[in-house]
């Protein structure tokens, strides 16, 4: 069966460091795979989206890699802030509709 | 624009009740996606429309679960009768394309809490 596994512990870590966040997934052949952030009481907010044949994808501080072989996306957040903790979500597409993962929770301590 | 508008907020209700939850998407925006997410199975598609027309609604859990789309504006998710095992947050998104590569636009989410 399909399967998207997102680490379900909270990764805490101190400000200034770099998250990485994992998305693992099974049984899928997503030609995209985004990365949105949940912040408590609020809908997802799209981040970033990456392409199978991109390896990886930066945006400010934030960077994406996905790896086909491996299945796997990993996404960093450099330099964190406090402000950068949130909720994380990985969506890969099946027949065009991005199936979630549950989503990893991340806790930037001052 | 105001992004995407849901309404109620939050909503309480008693096992057995009628509950309607409305959304309103993004000016222009073809896909209106209907989302539940709970802690146990996190978010889950139910159903979506492509131009106000149902596509996909294998994701309803049951048939106490309809919704419509009766123009572009607008949109309504219905649990009749209500369970308690509908308590979670439903959120309604949108977007300019069904395909993953267009971003969704989420809603605030409507938190319900069946009795």
């Known amino acids: 069966s399909q399967k998207i596994e997102q680490n379900s512990e909270a990764l805490n870590i101190q400000e200034g460091k770099t998250a990485t966040l994992t998305c693992n997934y099974t049984?899928?052949?997503?030609?995209?795979l985004q990365w949105y952030r949940q912040d408590p009481g609020r809908g997802p907010v799209f981040l970033l989206l990456?392409?199978?044949?991109?390896k990886e994808k930066r945006k400010e501080r934030l960077k994406v890699t996905f790896d086909t072989t491996l299945k796997q996306s990993l996404f960093h957040i450099t330099a964190s802030q406090p402000a950068d903790s949130a909720t994380y979500l990985c969506a890969l597409d099946s027949s065009y509709i991005p199936t979630f993962g549950r989503g990893t929770s991340l806790i930037v301590h001052p | 624009d105001a992004g995407v508008i849901q309404s109620p907020r939050h909503e309480v209700t008693e096992m057995g009740q009628e509950v309607t939850l409305r959304c309103k998407p993004i000016s222009g925006h073809d896909y209106l996606f209907w989302y539940r997410q709970t802690m146990m199975r996190g978010l889950e598609l139910l159903i979506y429309f492509n131009n106000n027309v149902p596509i996909d609604d294998s994701g309803m859990p049951e048939d106490r679960f309809s919704a419509k789309m009766p123009n572009a504006s607008f949109s309504t998710l219905k649990i009749q009768p209500s369970e308690p095992r509908d308590s979670a947050v439903y959120f309604c998104?949108?977007?300019?394309?069904?395909?993953?590569?267009?971003?969704?636009?989420f809603g605030p989410g409507t938190r319900l809490l069946v009795l």
């Open positions: 990456i392409r199978e044949n991109e």
């Open positions: 049984n899928y052949s997503p030609a995209y």
């Open positions: 998104a949108s977007s300019l394309t069904s395909r993953t590569q267009e971003t969704q636009y």
